[in-house]
């Protein structure tokens, strides 16, 4: 039993990341289903495009966490 209970930092990153493309993927979903009706709500549609680009943001943030800084 020598396995840690906690996650290390690396792991939380990784999970954080997945939970919020999960996230971005439903937002695709919902904006991909309002675009598909008649008649979209713009306001709506141009809310959710832009959580969409926020959660993008977000991602790209926490994956240059894991990339180490590498002197040149």
Known sequence: M???S???FEEMVR??????????????AAIHALEETGRPDQLTLRRLKKQ???LK????????QLIPDIIA
């Open 15 to 28: 999970v954080k990341i997945e939970v919020l493309r999960r996230e971005h993927r439903d937002l695709d």
């Open 52 to 54: 969409k680009l926020a």
């Open 2 to 4: 020598n396995a840690p």
């Open 57 to 64: 943001d977000q991602i790209t943030r926490l994956e240059d």
């Open 6 to 8: 906690e996650m290390n």
